[in-house]
């Protein structure tokens, strides 16, 4: 199989790779092209174990492809726990497979750069949340920071080859992939301060400072007048034997390999979960030419939208609903899959049992806010299974218990990329407001962008968020 | 959590019920080229209603289904390639000699060639005939607009092409 795609329906790889460069992976020279991650590249060779697990070394291989799960940590130019998935290949580099724990090298000789910003918003998070929130505070007036740890800015808009649904006048109907290139050239435009590849390691003061890491060695200490998280969220894992050979990768780890860096993971897949993420990933395997086996989902019924999974039907792709993955099969690595039927309580129903072959299973069964950051800070926060886990209370302006401390998109909630946009942009107004920016003019503003969000959220498939995000409104209130 | 309560073989096709819905008389279907949207759940979304240059597409609010108004609309296939849930296709029933042709957004490679033959598939993606692709369109957003024509018995159940028999 070659694992490069050279034609693709929607994107033009060939053309766009950068430079060939070489790296040493164990000795070995291994091809890689400039722009792609360590973790990319390794898997284009054919090499599937990145890391073995600390207590019982079993293999563990790509996961989600933005530096929020453990299993790539590699040791890299003898730096261990390096992030592969996120981190740039470069030529030369030595990258090594890593068993267990790192050890930092006591002679290993760090050179740490400070550096001190001072601006009136920082984003943390450059997805459709917080390029949105940006967008809405520069074109205000106000000086702009956004801080991702990705190499790429866009958050998971840059791997969603598929057109977007809501309204015509908030980017309907546009790819995200050229929603996020147009967000970042807008910012680009106002000269907001983009810091990619920087992890925020942490809030202090109370969500004042923050601390942000650039690729492992430049220490950047923030201090902004407001902060927004819009951190997003992880995807969920799911109980299995087996679950954790290389080849079980998160739906957006899988989207990344192929619609950003255009590397086909495997031949055949199953996917497991029929939400809007498995249907529309399941739809992308297809236009980058790896089977699609099967969607099994557990409910009873298609989680996402029709009109998606129709699309996945008529390529001939069963979608099993009632159905489970029971167990992953392979020794090293994925290599099939026992699917099993649930009965009408939910059960596997024994004797259901049948075999797949795949090489490739991705999960795409929910994700989970990443709130840590906020919690940190010292916001309040609750437990709220219709926002998909724990979250920081706010309020419909997404402001936290901490003033000046606010939070959008996934992180606040999982939603849609549209929905999170609209609340970046809220966000963004909020802080304008509280900034003394223009405050008639915004409130405006702030308003037709939550009667857009209302008419976003009045979906059926809204249902159990609008419940969660009352909730979280009462809880604000009842703080206050 | 989805909405519609489905039977389990019917997963992510419409309902007859849908299809009886969503497909216009057969006066209309004779008369020549029309749009058909298959979409029929209540989700944000509104592309095709602001493409169609002749007002036939209107939606009470952002959520409700499309409605079409197949007299107004003349399949010019403004809505098809932008239709974020790839649900609009045409039909034409007007041909001469037993033929129909469906026109349909297609995302695949290799972009079908005109004259070429392809297996004609229904919306569980089963070949129900061959058949021939009549025209094709590029879309400034690479979505490929492909015309196929087949028996025009089956053209109102056409949803997709096969390129290799499966």
Known sequence: ?480 | MNPREEKKEAAGVLTKDDITNVIPPKERLQKGSVAIIECVERIPCDPCKEACPLGAISKKSLIEPPRIDWNRCNGCGACLSVCPGLAIFLIDLSLPGGKGLVTMPYELLPVPKVEEEVYALDRRGKPLSKGQIVKTRMSKDKTTVVTVAVDEKIALDVRNIGRTAK
């Open chain 1, 1 to 480: 199989m070659d694992p490069w795609l050279r034609s693709h329906p929607i994107i033009d790889f060939e053309s766009n790779r950068g430079k060939l460069i070489h790296f040493l992976y164990e000795g070995k020279r291994v091809k890689a092209y400039e722009g792609q991650t360590i973790a990319a590249a390794l898997l284009a060779s054919g090499i599937k174990t990145l890391h073995y697990s600390n207590k019982y070394q079993r293999p563990r291989g790509f996961f989600c492809a933005i530096g929020k799960c453990s299993s790539c940590l590699m040791r890299v130019d003898g730096v261990p726990n390096v992030k592969t998935c996120v981190e740039p290949v470069t030529d030369g580099m030595i990258v090594e497979c890593q068993m267990g724990k790192g050890e930092i090298s006591i002679a290993s000789e760090v050179k740490v750069q400070n550096c001190r910003i001072e601006t009136d918003v920082a984003i943390v998070g450059a997805g459709p949340a917080g390029l949105s929130a940006a967008m809405t505070a520069s074109q205000l007036g106000l000086d702009v920071v956004v801080i991702d740890e990705n190499p790429i800015a866009g958050g998971q808009l840059i791997k969603q080859t598929h057109k977007f649904f809501g309204s015509v006048k908030n980017q309907a109907g546009i790819r995200g992939t050229e929603i996020a290139k147009l967000l970042v050239r807008q910012l680009k435009d106002m000269e907001a301060e983009m810091i990619t590849g920087a992890s925020v390691i942490g809030s202090y003061e109370g969500g004042k400072t923050l601390v942000a890491v650039q690729n492992n060695y430049a220490l950047k200490e923030i201090h902004p007048k407001k902060i927004i998280v819009a951190t997003g969220s992880r995807e969920n894992f799911l109980v299995f034997p087996n679950n954790d050979l290389p080849g079980v990768c998160g739906a957006g780890g899988v989207q990344t390999l192929v619609n950003v860096y255009g590397i086909k993971p495997g031949e055949n897949a199953l996917i497991v979960g029929s939400g809007n993420v498995g249907l529309i990933l399941g739809y992308q395997l297809l236009q980058a030419g790896i089977n699609v086996k099967a969607v099994v989902e557990a409910m009873p019924r298609i989680g996402g939208y029709l009109v998606h999974a129709s699309k996945l039907r008529r390529m001939g792709v069963p979608i099993l609903t009632a159905h489970t993955i029971k167990r992953a099969i392979g020794k090293d690595c994925v290599e099939g899959a026992t699917l099993i039927a649930l009965d009408e309580e939910g059960k596997p129903a024994e004797g259901t049992e049948q075999d797949v072959e795949v090489d490739l299973i991705c999960l795409a069964v929910g994700l989970t806010p990443s709130s840590e950051l906020l919690f940190q800070a010292g916001c309040k926060w609750t437990y709220l299974p219709e926002l998909g886990g724990y979250v920081a209370i706010h309020s419909r302006d997404l402001e936290t218990t901490k003033k000046g401390v606010y939070v959008a998109g996934d992180a606040s909630g999982i939603e849609e990329a549209d929905t999170a946009m609209m609340e970046g942009k809220i966000a963004g107004a909020d802080a304008a407001i509280k900034l003394g920016v223009a405050a008639r003019k915004t409130e405006k503003i702030k308003i037709e962008d939550r009667k857009e969000l209302d008419l976003l959220r009045a979906s059926p498939f809204s249902e159990r968020v609008k419940i969660g995000k009352q909730r979280v409104w009462t809880l604000m209130e009842d703080y206050e």
